[in-house]
């Protein structure tokens, strides 16, 4: 196979994944937590960092 075919293949499983998950749960912007937090007051969570030691 040549690079053109794998990077077809890649791209169109891209596009696949992306698409599937689209139709799964379609975005909802007022629903999406912020980009950056920064200054929001919002607490960081969820994360592995946002877990500090006691």
Do not use: E, K, Q
């Given at each position: ?18 698409g ?13 937590p912020?980009l950056?937090?920064?200054?929001s007051?919002a ?12």
């Amino acid at each position: 196979m040549s690079r053109r075919t794998i990077a077809a293949l890649a791209l169109a499983g891209l596009a696949l994944v992306i698409g599937l998950d689209v139709t799964a749960s379609p975005p909802n912007p007022y629903h999406a937590p912020a980009l950056f937090a920064l200054g929001s007051g919002a607490a960081p969570g969820g994360g592995f960092c946002g877990a500090l030691p006691d």
